[in-house]
């Protein structure tokens, strides 16, 4: 919604700054979203005295001019037919940027001739599309004042964007009483003439609806001997503006109503009217040219405007072009009515059509606003261009807007907490124009018209806190807490935050992925039980809720790969779905990897072929969780048995004794993949945050000890001939049980396999040793390892290799 400051100035009384009226429009809730000032833009064009006007010595259509602008002489040369000795024109000085061409003007020589500045045409400033001569103001206009000033160019223009509830601000009239009830001023009376027609309308107006009528009112008035043509200067200025070319003072002045009082019109050349004019329901295949100049079919879903012998036009959005005025106009008929709001919106975007008398429409024209705006426009009709009025021919009933709300004012500071009297709690009110009645502590509020918006108590208290400020609310600090405030986030929201936080710095993107997924993914991941299927899916590939995140994660994958992004890394934190109960909602940190690189790096490198993603990497995506969780890494066993979903010879799960399964990792499994369309290898892991065991409190929060032994520790390497089908856990398992206090660490460093073994595998393993008291002997290192040995022969049958 745009509107000129004195155009605002028209509705309301006040002396406050533009900036001041724009701050108080942000906290009242009609945003501003520009301000436009002309006057700052044209500052350097000032009015000027042509002093001489002589004949170029060098060309016949050029004029070399001495322009005065009040404070210089300057040399101009000037090619305007009209450039002439003594007349006041429009002088821009050298380093002035031209709108109407987009240049910065520059000392020239002209055929020989030095020209500082210029003379400038209506086009050259960007107002319209004259340029045969210069502008040429009247005698008398003062010299060296800005143009702006004398062409009455220095009207600022604002844009406040308007809620779908706030029809009423899409008229000046609706902002400048909003502002009124901010103390921005004081509210000027409306003036609409009662207009005494004298005689009856020729043209006659009916209603045609089966059941719930979406015209409900139809007012006209018809205007005979007009003289249309051109709208006053004053109009034009305000209607070009805001954005709107002006046409004539006909089609002006419905433009002009619309805008300052949010009351869209209609004007018909009466002479081109068949008949009665009927508001009803469109027939299928009727069609008309609207105003655009397209055609429009309808049918009956559409509201029409229509006389005997067809559409005129949508109702409460374009009229047609047939019935349209022009310049031979002499005789008009002036529409106002009110039309059904979503019957209105059904038809313009059924159209794709969409107009300024559909955007007010669609969010409610204030019904009361019918008659007094008909006669409105024909009094401006009459004054602008002459003719005789009818008496208002109204064809239905105005329909009823009046409610009244019982309204408790204590509610203001209850819900908003603003300690305000009820005497400036009842001054706002009335102000934005709802009529208070009742004793005190029992007022009752009638509800204007223009506010559909406003049903119940907590609207009214809305409206208080919007007039006086939510900034004017009393800033509380809260009650400190005596003692250790305890943590704000639960376990499982820490869990999500730790784990959230470990795949990001591993390289991985966050990914929020549907809920929902198809049947068949669900069925392939674990789901596919009846009471997971949506009773109202909202698309027939999401039905079932999600088993599983890595459906969606595989997809997303796909989607990256398709369009050249093959090396995708992403996650999801989430819930999954495995029944109805509040148990069988389990909340996951799902991984997937896709790519032929490692992790260390993406794409080719200058040092070598990339290392293929593997079930490995998988698993330390679930460990590096797991330890973020803060699991016991070192006790983790890693066993066979995940999910049928992964790759059978390359998976695993993570747990902890064998019913406290943590993790699923590994290669998925081709035909998963298969069964969503995407290609492999992708690797995934899912760790399941709700199963590690909460913490045990800590009879302190103190941190204990760091423990940093001040004894070297000892490696010893033991090469170990197993069975093939040995585990290497089962073998390191039972190396550090040799000796649990005396063992820090055992890891595995070599595998070897070949028929020099006779069917056997080699597992050469390092073991840490950390004294704790003294340095150890060579005899209890050997003692160690003989314990080792044994534990390892006896838990695996493995031998020592010699």
């Known amino acids: 919604m745009k509107f000129t400051l004195s155009w605002l100035k028209d509705h309301l009384e006040t002396k406050e700054s533009i900036e001041t009226i724009a701050d108080k429009l942000s906290l009242i809730g009609l945003e501003v979203e520009s301000i436009d000032n002309p006057a700052e833009k044209l500052a350097a064009f000032k009015t000027a005295h042509v002093v001489q006007a002589e004949q170029h010595p060098n060309a016949d259509r050029l004029r070399v001019c001495t322009v005065d602008d009040g404070t210089a002489q300057h040399q101009v040369v000037c090619g305007a037919p009209n450039a002439k000795t003594g007349m ?28 500082n500045g210029m003379l400038v045409s209506e086009r050259e400033m960007g107002l319209s599309d004259e340029h045969d001569g210069i502008i040429e103001l009247p005698e008398g206009t003062p010299i060296g004042v800005p143009m702006s000033e004398v062409m009455g160019l220095d009207d600022p223009v604002i844009e406040v964007g308007i809620t779908p509830n706030r029809g009423d601000c899409l008229g000046v009239r609706g902002i400048a009483r909003d502002l009124a009830a901010a103390g921005m001023g004081t509210l000027k009376p409306l003036e609409t003439p009662q207009l005494d027609g004298a005689f009856d309308s020729p043209v006659k107006i009916d209603l045609k609806f089966d059941g719930d009528p979406a015209c409900p009112a139809f007012a006209g008035v018809y205007v005979r001997g007009l003289k249309n043509g051109p709208s ?55 069609s008309f040219v609207a105003l655009d100049g397209k055609t429009y079919e309808v049918d009956e879903t559409m509201c029409v405007i229509a006389d005997d012998n067809g559409v005129l036009g949508l109702g409460g959005i374009m009229g047609g072009e047939a019935s349209g005025s022009t310049e031979a106009t002499v005789n008009v008929f002036i529409e106002s009515a009110w039309f ?54 109204l064809a239905g009933e105005v329909p009823d807007s009046d409610r009244v709300i019982d309204f408790d004012i204590s509610q203001v500071k209850r819900l908003t907490g603003l300690e305000l009297h009820p005497v400036e709690i009842k001054a706002v009110l009335r102000d934005l124009g709802f009529h208070i009645s009742g004793p ?64 990001a710095a591993r390289g991985l993107v966050e990914a929020v992925t549907w ?17 997971l299927k949506l009773s109202n899916p909202i698309s027939s590939d999401l039905t079932d809720m999600r ?45 997937v990897r896709r790519g032929a690189s490692a992790i260390e790096r993406s794409g080719r490198h200058w040092d070598g072929a990339d290392r293929p993603l593997d079930v490995f990497d998988a698993k330390a995506d679930a460990i590096a969780v797991l330890n973020a969780l803060g699991a016991p890494v070192d006790k983790l066993q890693t066993v066979q048995g995940a999910a049928d979903w992964y790759h059978p010879g390359r998976s695993g799960t993570l747990q902890l004794g064998p019913k406290m399964v943590l993790a699923h990792f590994g290669e998925l499994h081709p035909a998963a993949l298969e069964a969503l369309d995407a290609d492999g290898p992708v690797i ?39 069975d093939g089908d040995v585990e290497a856990q089962a073998l390191l398992r039972a190396a550090r049980g040799a000796d649990k206090a005396l063992i ?59």
């Open 88 to 115: 006041i024109g429009v002088f821009a000085p050298t380093g002035t940027w031209i709108p109407g061409t987009g240049m910065d003007l520059k000392p020239g020589v002209i055929r020989g001739v030095d020209s």
């Open 232 to 286: 006053p200067a004053w109009m034009q200025r305000r209607l070009t503006a805001i954005g709107l070319r002006p046409i004539n003072a006909l089609v002006d002045i419905t433009n002009y109503v619309s805008y300052d009082r949010a009351r869209p019109l209609h004007v018909y050349d009466a002479d081109k009217l068949a008949g009665t004019i009927h508001a009803r329901m469109g027939v299928r295949a009727e």
């Open 340 to 393: 059904d709001p979503q019957v209105t919106a059904r038809t313009g975007r059924k159209l794709d059509l969409l107009s300024d008398a559909r955007y007010r429409f669609e969010r409610t024209v204030d019904p009361e606003t019918i008659l007094p705006g008909v006669r409105h426009a024909a009094q401006l009709v009459m004054e602008l261009c002459g003719g005789e009025a009818s008496t208002v021919e």
């Open 440 to 503: 005190e502590g029992a007022e009752r509020l009638a509800v204007p018209s223009w506010r559909p918006d406003v049903h119940e108590t907590a609207d009214l208290v809305e409206e208080v806190a919007r007039i006086v400020g939510v900034d004017s609310v009393a800033s509380t600090p809260l009650e400190r807490a005596e003692g250790v405030i305890e943590p704000v986030l639960t376990l499982g929201q820490s869990r999500e935050r730790a784990a959230r936080r470990t795949l």
């Open 515 to 531: 809920s929902f997924i198809g049947a068949d993914a669900a069925a392939r991941f674990g789901g596919g039980s009846q009471v």
């Open 547 to 591: 088993p599983s995140l890595l459906p969606g994660l595989i997809v997303a994958a796909k989607r990256n790969a398709d369009r050249g992004f093959g090396d995708a890394a992403l996650f999801e934190i989430g819930a999954t779905y495995h029944g109805d109960e509040p148990e069988d909602q389990v909340e996951m940190a799902t991984a």
């Open 684 to 722: 995934a892991c899912e760790v399941f945050l709700n199963a590690l065991p909460a913490p045990k409190a800590r009879a302190t929060r103190a941190k204990p000890a760091v423990d940093l032994p001040d004894l070297m520790p000892v490696r010893r390497d033991f090469a170990f001939l197993v």
């Open 744 to 802: 820090s660490d055992v890891r595995l460093f070599d595998v070897f396999a070949g028929e020099a073994l006779g069917g056997k595998t080699s597992l050469a393993i390092e073991v840490t040793l950390q004294p704790r008291d003294k340095t150890l002997t060579d005899a209890e290192i050997d003692a160690v390892g003989q314990r080792i040995v044994a534990q390892v022969e006896k838990a695996t049958g493995g031998t020592l290799r010699s």
